[in-house]
Structure formats: C-alpha cells, structure tokens
C-alpha cells in the first residue's frame, strides 16, 4: 500500500509565521521551508523545555513572591 501524501499545511505555516512570528509578508514569502521550520522548532521547544533546578531556584531569587500572605489555615 502506497503511503498518503498530505497536502502542504498553508494555513498552518501562515498563521504561524505571520501571525505568531509577525514577519512581514515580504519577509514570509522569502523565507525558506527550512527557516520557517527552524523557527517552529525553536518556538515550540522554548516552552515544552522545564527549567532545570538551578535555573528555577535562580529565577525564584531574581523574581521573589512579594507581597503575597500566605494563608496557613489551608493547610
């Protein structure tokens, strides 16, 4: 059995590049199939990558929780 070839997903790689990247149109359109998938790569790895715990613990130290009461009676 011969594997299905999906079309080209247009949509997709337009809303990403013009609407979550905002390129330019000219920028978009000449852009390589490598570049834009490069940028997808790298967009959606940025998020789905923890923080190790040295860089959490280094987070927590810049960005201390100021301000906030905690509540023992829900423990």
């Known amino acids: 059995?011969?594997?299905?070839?999906?079309?080209?997903?247009?949509e997709a790689i337009m809303t990403f590049?013009?609407?979550?990247?905002?390129l330019p149109s000219e920028a978009f359109?000449?852009?390589t199939p490598l570049e834009i998938s490069a940028?997808?790569?790298?967009f959606s790895n940025a998020a789905?990558?923890?923080?190790?715990?040295?860089?959490f613990e280094e987070m927590m130290?810049?960005?201390?929780?100021?301000?906030?009461a905690r509540n023992n009676s829900d423990e």
């Open 39 to 42: 940028a997808l790569r790298a």
């Open 1 to 10: 059995m011969k594997d299905k070839v999906l079309p080209f997903p247009w």
């Open 48 to 55: 789905s990558v923890p923080p190790s715990r040295k860089q």
């Open 61 to 68: 130290a810049r960005f201390p929780d100021t301000g906030f």
């Open 29 to 31: 359109w000449r852009s």
């Open 17 to 22: 590049g013009l609407g979550t990247l905002k």
